[in-house]
């Protein structure tokens, strides 16, 4: 145990000490707030698209002073015309919409562009106004009143609560920006320990010491761990607080929950633990198969796709969670977080999760002292 | 007593066909190094000194025989072992992001020397192998000869019963080389068992009591310096080192 402790306290001191790795740790977590307003802001702007982009509507046909009314109450720009005219500016993006109309029958030429299908909404609401209007006009000259014909029934919404499409999106990121910048932290601690070590020279004077190798491999997993560890609680910290103050100034979060509660922030806090555990003892198993800093360097750059991919393909399609994938690494912690993040939780999944995971830790770090004992890793 | 027993060791390497083909780094070595003794290594680059050196500092294990000390082997007594080992190469890296003084402080923690006593321990060495002016400067910033030092002090610290030198004088200023010799001999009058090993055997004949001749993997000769001389009848360690040479070719 105390070799074990001063192997931690030696590798944290070169961690800390060394510029490149505190800047591995810290550089991702710094950049998460940019991130979640930087997409906040873009996601903002493509859903509430400004009403003056796609509001040109072309009439080739007389509009009548009732359609006028109703139709600048609701904002529309009137362009009229003969239908050649209109089809002109239609064709050259003057209007996005343009009605024609034979006796009481209106067609509405649109496009497949979005200002044509945003326009095209917009008009749909404009004639069921429209209709409206005509009906209850046609009702009070027959002397019978409109509400007791056109409003039979009463319709009432009870909406309930959920995160918009931007919200869940960018929360979802939010977590895959932890992962991402856990995994970065804990690739260059990982490389230096081990490979780096190696190529250093530094290795051989570590295994002449009374050390058992065990104890030498515990050190640099624990290290590297804790630096890893360090870096997602930043990150959570960091994306947490970006998202709570974005949402008060993006209506994309709107009726948005993020994890207010304790036992979400506890079971966030602990995947990222986890994680953090897993992606080292991978890291370091890696690395230490390589002779230089730099081939370990290339053998964990596919690590960061790795942790990520399997979680944007879950987020992308929308996948549940089960009990089988409570066991698949990388893509059973982002599916817990995602739902916590939904306020689902399921006992049984977390806890499948959980007990899979270590049970992978303990199998990395049995693979790693054997490889450690092992002549070829070691020169 | 260090006895190393039949020691052999089999690396693979690939030839021009680019097939796996085993070869010996060491074959059946056999010798001992008492106490108050210096042995020499002495053969080559490549002869097989640093896999056998590093087989008795208990880095590699060999592919047969036994390394033992005072009867100790590294396969039951591998801790008791190192605590009383001292390994020293001239390849031998020191933790550059530490200052000198932390380096021996957590060289005395692994060899467990108490808390109370480490300050007063580093003292000492600092002041007998003149550390003091970098004492608190990072191993990294020191110059290849004030490393050395700091190497040796390591070494030093744990007042071990075992010494294995290899190649630690190479590339080194005449005065750093000197400051190790003092060194182990000051470590021989101790009563310390030292393994020395080099190439320069101008060296070995000063300071070493009997030398193992290596060449190839193999011992050619296992003797005191004035016997090879006589055996080989030349007058220095080096014309006999050809003459052994040439003599195992003809055999």
Redesign the interface.
């Known amino acids: 145990m ?2 074990l402790w ?1 192997i931690l ?2 590798e944290l ?2 961690v800390f ?2 510029k490149k790795s505190l800047a591995m740790m810290l550089i991702i977590p710094i950049f998460i707030p940019f991130l979640v307003f930087l997409m906040s802001f873009l996601f903002e702007s493509q859903a509430t698209t400004d009403i003056t982009k796609y509001n040109e509507i072309g009439f080739a046909y007389e509009v009548t002073e009732i359609e006028k009314t109703l139709l600048e109450s609701m904002g529309i720009n009137i362009h009229e015309g003969t239908q050649a005219e209109m089809e002109q500016a239609f064709l050259a993006n003057e209007v996005y919409v343009y009605v024609t109309k034979n006796n009481s029958e209106y067609t509405m030429h649109t496009k497949t562009s979005d200002e044509s299908m945003y326009a095209t909404t917009f008009m749909e609401q404009y004639f069921e106004e429209y209709k409206k209007v005509l009906q209850q006009n046609i009702l009070t000259n027959a002397n019978i009143d409109p509400d007791s014909v056109i409003n039979v029934i009463t319709l009432k919404e009870e909406v309930t609560k959920e995160d918009s499409y931007f919200a869940s999106y960018m929360k979802n990121y939010a977590f895959l920006f932890i992962i991402m910048a856990i995994t970065v932290s804990a690739t260059y601690p990982a490389t230096d320990a081990t490979a780096g070590e190696k190529e ?3 290795l ?2 570590l ?6 190798s065990r104890d030498i491999i515990l050190g640099k997993f624990l290290s590297v761990s804790l630096s890893s560890i360090i870096t997602g609680i930043l990150s959570f910290a960091l994306a947490f607080l970006s998202l709570y103050f974005a949402k008060d100034m993006f209506t994309i979060y709107a009726n948005t929950d993020l994890l207010y509660n304790i036992p979400a922030l506890i079971i966030g806090l602990l995947i990222i633990i986890i994680y953090s555990l897993f992606i080292s003892g991978i890291c370091i198993a890696i690395a230490s198969k390589s002779k230089t800093f730099k081939e370990a360097q290339s053998a964990l750059t596919p690590l960061t796709f790795i942790s990520l991919f399997p979680s944007m393909i879950a987020f992308m399609i929308g996948m549940p969670m089960n009990n089988i994938l409570a066991f698949v690494p990388f893509l059973n912690i982002s599916m817990i977080f995602t739902d916590i993040n939904n306020g689902i939780f399921n006992g049984i999944h977390i806890a499948l999760m959980f007990i899979s995971m270590l049970i992978y830790i303990v199998i990395i770090l049995y693979i790693i002292i054997k490889q450690y004992k092992s ?1 070829k890793v ?2 | 007593m260090i006895e190393i027993k039949n020691v052999s060791k089999i690396f693979k390497k690939w030839n021009e066909k680019k097939k796996a083909v085993s070869f010996y780094a060491d074959k059946n070595i056999t010798f001992t190094a008492k106490e108050g003794e210096i042995v020499g290594i002495l053969g080559p680059n490549g002869a097989g000194k640093t896999t056998l050196l590093r087989i008795i500092a208990g880095i590699l294990e060999p592919t047969t025989g036994q390394v033992l000390f005072d009867g100790k082997s590294y396969q039951k007594d591998e801790i008791a072992i190192k605590n009383n080992l001292a390994f020293l190469s001239g390849n031998t890296k020191l933790y550059d992001t530490l200052t000198t003084y932390e380096l021996l402080e957590m060289c005395a923690k692994i060899y467990q020397i108490p808390q109370a006593k480490i300050p007063k321990s580093i003292k000492d060495i600092s002041e007998k192998l003149g550390l003091n002016s970098f004492l608190y400067q990072k191993v990294g910033e020191l110059s290849t000869g004030q490393t050395q030092r700091v190497n040796i002090a390591r070494c030093f610290i744990h007042n071990p019963k075992y010494y294995v030198f290899d190649e630690a004088t190479t590339g080194l200023d005449i005065i750093s080389s000197q400051i190790i010799l003092d060194f182990i001999k000051k470590e021989k009058a101790k009563n310390k068992c030292i393994l020395y090993s080099t190439h320069y055997m101008e060296e070995a004949e000063n300071i070493c009591d009997r030398v193992v001749m290596i060449h190839e993997g193999q011992v050619l000769f296992l003797g005191t310096p004035k016997e090879i001389k006589a055996k080989t009848k030349t007058t220095n360690l080096r014309d006999a080192f050809f003459k052994l040479i040439e003599g195992g070719k003809h055999e």
């Open positions: 105390n070799n001063i306290k030696k001191r070169e000490r060394d250093r020279g530094t051989e004077t295994l002449t010491f009374p050390i058992k002549e070691l020169f």
